[in-house]
Structures are given as structure tokens and as C-alpha cells.
């Protein structure tokens, strides 16, 4: 079959009335995620992972795993339209991808300009979805046709570079990142060895002999640590809300974004393919580009419509470009994708290569899913504006018995294991501790579930070679994964090394 009839039948699968609720449930939810400021994409799919296995138990196993990565895909990128809405009502960015929008959206809301900026942001973010979808689409199956020449050897390098490339974009401290990846990789090998049968780490724990489950910890670092910050340090919405006069732009608004969109949303999208990079680096690197290209960079950061309307559709491309290396290689690309990875394993189904030819509904189906979300994310997000605006003002004291519920019944539903219970408040309070301390969660998460298969693939390699480490450095295509993970870590580092140096000169 070719790729539009791929497409076709992923169509029929997503427009199927079950699963049309599923993305109409995952953008609202990832909608008023975005909007909460502090939840976040991370902490709002791995909150819901557990809910999405309640709510299609009574479905087949394939239809099960369609209907739920569905859902979670729209939290997903719904939470990327969502986050707008604080940073230009509340000067608060509702997940971290909207920082650059605060800077000129919240002074076209002080200038009674929120109602254009949270249009043109809607907009931008549906031209987005649809731009990075089409790159979905025409960029899926040739590169799951590469990637299924791919050997042992060859996935356990793609995996490292996995690893180093968040590893180097994640968090203010690389070194306090790869900490964190590393112990996200010792947490990996907790439990019975698969091949020896010998116990790692159990310390006679029957509970452990499985090892950790991705899906406690996920919660419970994010979710639930999330509770801990709110309590601990008293966090509150003490922004002063800016009112919202005319919705629609004007004819002139939409003049000045419509290149601004075109440019953030295919830069958002090869950005987005880069493992690591995400969304955070999408929209600042839109943001820079419209400023140095403008012929009034001055007007940046004193309401420029287009320093909204750029750094929106990038962060929404970037979420889709995500899904490329996810869906076809196996490699999540951000903290988000890898909880998404962890649910597609929940579900029996391993994404890389072999995704598209042994589960072809719901790969297709997922995809197809994008389409319908982005056409009800436009339809929700431009006549809801004002709705969504007073969900920010929910008190603290409501949404935090919320989140600790669905985290408990959550896990509880899934793993019928009171030591997961108590597992996911430690994960809490760890998830916590390290998130004041500034080390980046999302390593962590990664070597957690990336660590099983980075072993499998590298006794696999050895057992190839007869334990010779050289074939990962004699395959061509594992040695260039290795050189540019090294290159991915390394460089930022000498240029903080050099750039220390050139003010110690100018100092002296």
C-alpha cells in the first residue's frame, strides 16, 4: 500500500466514535494542563497513563493500545497549545516551552491586545500541527525502512546518542544531567537478569524481582512531586490577570504572523526531529530568528505580534517532529516522548521499525489521530478563550487532592501492589528533592526505560563479536552515532570552557 493509503486507513481508525472521544478527552485534559502553571506535557500524560488502561480495558489489546497512545498524544500536544494561555494572561509560563511567549504576549495583554495574541497563538498552532503531520507522514516509512537494517550494535549506539543528546539540553548543569541519566540507568537494572536469572539490587524484596515499574516512578516523580513543590513552598497563583477584550485578529495581525508561522513552524519541526532538543529550544530559536530577520527588532519585547505568533507554532511543530524519531527509531527525543515510549511498552508494543509493519493501525492510526486533534484544538481553543482563562484561577487547595487521586487510583488500578503505593509518594519526595536541587527529571525517566533494551542490544552485540567491544566502533553507522553524541556533549562544553576563559583574560 502506498502512504496516502496508509493515511487513509489510519483516518478510519482515528474517526472511529471511541476513538474521536479519546481525542477530544486528551486535547481538553492537555489543554487545561497547559494552562495550570507547573503540571506540564510530562507530568499530565504520565498522570494519565494509568487512567487511559481503566478507561479501555474492555477493548482488544490493539484497539486498547490505539485508543490510549491516542489520547495521550492529544495530552500531549494539547498541552503545547494550553501553555500560551498563562504566559500571555499571567506573565506565568504554563509549561516551560512558553517561556518566549511571555515576553511580548503578556505586554500586548497590558496593552488590551490578550484576545488577538491567544488567537494568532491558536492559529500558529494549528498551521503547526498540520506542517509537522505532512513531515510525519512523507518521513515515517523511509525511516523506518532504514532504521529495520539497523543491527544490535547499531541500536545500542542510537540509544546512547539518545541518552546524550538530553543529557546535554537538559537542565541549567550537563554534569548534574548526566547524573541523573546514570542513575535513571542503575535504577534500570533492579531485579531479576533476564538471561542469567540471578537477582540485581532485590536486597529479598519480592516486589523488586520485577524491577521498577516505569509507570510509578514516572508518576510519582512528576505528578505527585509536582504536589510536594505546591505544598513545600507555598506555590500559588498570585499573578494579576489580564482581561480579554476582542478574540478575532484584525486583518493586520494576521498579515504580520502568517510568515512568522510559516518560518517557526518548519524550523519547530526539524528542531523537533533532534534528539533533545524539544520544545524549549524550538521556540527560542523562532523567537531569535524573527527578531534578527524583523526590520523593527526594537518593537521585541513591547508587544510584537510576531514574537507570539513564531515561538507558538514552533514549540506545536516541535511536540509533532517528536514523534518521528519515537515512532520510527524507538528513541524518544524529549522528556514527554519518553513517558509516551513507556506507555506504548505497557502495551506490549515496542516502537522503532518494525512499529509500522506489525502494528500498522496504530501507528497510522495515531498519526491520523494529529489531524482530528488539531482541527478540535482550533475549534476549542479560539470561542473557549475566556473558559480557559478562568481555569487559572483554580485554587491550589482544589487541584492538589485532584492529582494525588488520579496518581493513587492511577498506579493502584494498573499494578494491584500497595508497595507501588507507597513507592510512588518516595518517588515524590525523591522527584522533589532533585527538582529544587535543579537536576532534570527527564534523563532519569529515559535511562529508566531505555536501560533494559541498551543491555539486551549490547549482550546481543558482544555475543555477535564473541565479546569484543570493538563492534560498536567497526559498524560505520554505530561509530557515527558514538562520534556525534561525544560531538553533542562535548562542544557545549568547550565553548563554556572558552567563553570562561575569554573573561578571565578580559578580567586580568
Request: proline residues 5%; glycine residues 12%.
Amino acid at each position: 500500500m502506498s502512504t496516502i493509503e496508509y493515511v487513509m486507513h489510519g483516518l478510519g481508525t482515528a474517526m472511529q466514535w471511541h476513538n474521536v472521544v479519546f481525542v477530544f478527552l486528551g486535547v481538553l485534559i492537555g489543554t487545561v494542563v497547559g494552562v495550570l502553571p507547573g503540571i506540564g506535557p510530562m507530568s499530565g500524560v504520565a498522570l494519565l497513563i494509568p487512567i487511559t488502561a481503566t478507561m479501555t480495558a474492555g477493548l482488544g489489546p490493539e484497539e486498547a493500545a490505539t485508543s490510549s497512545i491516542i489520547l495521550l498524544a492529544g495530552v500531549y500536544y494539547g498541552a503545547m497549545y494550553g501553555g500560551s494561555t498563562t504566559s500571555i494572561l499571567l506573565n506565568t509560563p504554563g509549561e516551560s516551552s512558553s517561556v518566549v511567549t511571555t515576553l511580548d504576549g503578556y505586554q500586548m495583554a497590558k496593552q488590551g491586545r490578550a484576545g488577538a495574541a491567544l488567537a494568532i497563538s491558536a492559529i500558529g498552532s494549528f498551521a503547526a500541527g498540520i506542517i509537522s503531520l505532512i513531515g510525519l507522514i512523507f518521513l515515517a516509512r523511509p525511516l523506518s525502512a532504514v532504521a529495520i537494517k539497523f543491527g544490535p550494535a547499531e541500536y545500542f549506539s542510537l540509544m546512547v546518542l539518545g541518552l546524550l543528546a538530553i543529557s546535554g539540553l537538559a537542565g541549567k548543569s550537563m554534569v548534574k544531567a548526566l547524573m541523573m541519566t546514570a542513575f535513571g540507568l542503575l535504577l534500570a537494572t533492579i531485579g531479576i537478569d533476564n538471561v542469567s536469572g540471578v537477582e540485581r539490587f532485590t536486597f529479598g524484596v519480592p516486589e523488586l524481582y520485577q524491577g521498577l515499574e516505569f509507570l510509578t516512578v514516572a508518576v510519582g516523580t512528576f505528578a505527585v512531586g509536582e504536589v510536594f513543590k505546591t505544598i513545600l513552598q507555598r506555590e500559588g497563583n498570585d499573578g494579576e490577570l489580564a482581561k480579554i477584550n476582542r478574540i478575532l485578529p484584525t486583518k493586520q495581525d494576521l498579515k504580520d504572523s502568517a510568515a512568522p508561522i510559516a518560518r517557526g513552524s518548519v524550523l519547530g519541526f526539524f528542531i523537533g526531529l533532534l534528539p533533545g532538543a524539544g520544545a524549549i529550544l524550538a521556540s527560542f530559536f523562532a523567537y531569535i530568528v524573527e527578531k534578527k530577520i524583523s526590520k523593527n527588532p526594537e518593537k521585541f519585547g513591547k508587544g510584537a505580534i510576531e514574537g507570539v505568533a513564531s515561538p507558538e507554532s514552533a514549540n506545536n511543530a516541535a511536540s509533532g517532529g517528536a514523534m518521528i524519531p519515537l515512532l520510527t527509531l524507538g528513541i524518544p527525543s524529549s522528556g514527554t516522548t519518553a513517558i509516551l515510549m513507556g506507555a506504548f511498552i505497557m502495551y506490549n508494543v515496542q516502537p522503532g521499525p518494525l512499529l509500522f509493519q506489525d502494528h500498522p493501525q496504530l501507528a497510522w492510526g495515531v498519526i491520523a489521530s494529529m489531524f482530528v486533534g488539531n482541527l478540535m484544538l482550533l475549534i476549542l481553543n479560539m470561542p473557549l478563550v475566556k473558559v480557559f482563562a478562568k481555569v487559572i484561577e483554580t485554587p491550589t487547595k482544589y487541584l492538589i487532592p485532584l492529582i494525588i487521586v488520579f496518581s493513587v487510583f492511577g498506579v493502584y488500578a494498573v499494578q494491584y501492589s500497595t508497595f507501588d503505593l507507597l513507592l510512588i509518594m518516595g518517588c515524590g519526595l525523591v522527584g522533589y528533592f532533585l527538582a529544587k536541587n535543579d537536576y532534570p527529571l527527564a534523563p532519569l525517566v529515559l535511562g529508566l526505560i531505555l536501560g533494559p533494551m541498551m543491555e539486551n542490544n549490547m549482550r546481543r552485540a558482544l555475543t555477535i563479536s564473541n565479546g569484543d567491544f570493538m563492534i560498536f566502533l567497526q559498524k560505520p553507522v554505530s561509530l557515527a552515532f558514538l562520534i556525534i553524541g561525544l560531538l553533542w556533549i562535548s562542544i557545549p562544553l568547550i565553548l563554556k570552557l572558552r567563553g570562561r576563559n575569554v573573561l578571565v583574560n578580559e578580567e586580568g
